[in-house]
């Protein structure tokens, strides 16, 4: 959707705590823009991809820019489009001309998607080595820990924009699953601590809720 420059505010940013994305409960941080209508979207800018609709959470809203000091801005409404424009089922709003006569292409996907939950199952190779990967992705801003699989853990540590890797950190954990059970019980565990504290991941360990020796079989 194209906004001529003198009706928006660019370059806005939120340390979290205020502001969501619509429909979701998840805080947003991060830089936003405001249009003269009172709306808000992600990104700095509107070519600053992808824009997605932005609500309060609380009742006063900080506003803030690097040319600016802090502003407050009365809570509005949740976000409603004009009378005269449907609801969209996805948020990439394209004004086609305007992004023709910019020579940029119009076919931008689908909105980036949460992710998806996997449960491991080690194989008889893996029992043979003794270990094997285990993956999971962190959210941001809470200590949720969802465990996925080999494939989607790529895709967020390459950032691919089909997901929503700025919002969840990747993380990989070898996993040892034969030998003397309480060796890889206490192995499993210090691992698990180590990386909640070198990669500060608070909650990490606790996620296992104490099966450090989940799948493990007798050599």
Known sequence: MYYPKSQI??????NGGELKPFNSNDEYK???FKTSNGEFF?????SDKPN??????GEELPITNSNSNNLNSKRRNA???PESEPLPDNYFIIEDSYYSAKLIPTNRGEAPRLPQQSKPIPNQD???IGEFERYFVKKANENKF???NEDEYNLFEVQNSKVQFNLYIPIKHTWEITGDRTEVFNRNKSISFL???RDKLPGFSLSFQNKFDKYFKPS
């Open 9 to 14: 505010q660019e370059n806005l940013h939120t």
């Open 30 to 32: 991060g830089y936003y």
């Open 42 to 46: 992600t990104g700095k800018s509107p």
């Open 52 to 57: 997605i609709p932005l609500d309060f959470i």
């Open 79 to 81: 976000f409603q489009p």
């Open 126 to 128: 893996d029992y043979k």
């Open 146 to 148: 969802i465990e996925i």
């Open 195 to 197: 990386y909640e504290t």
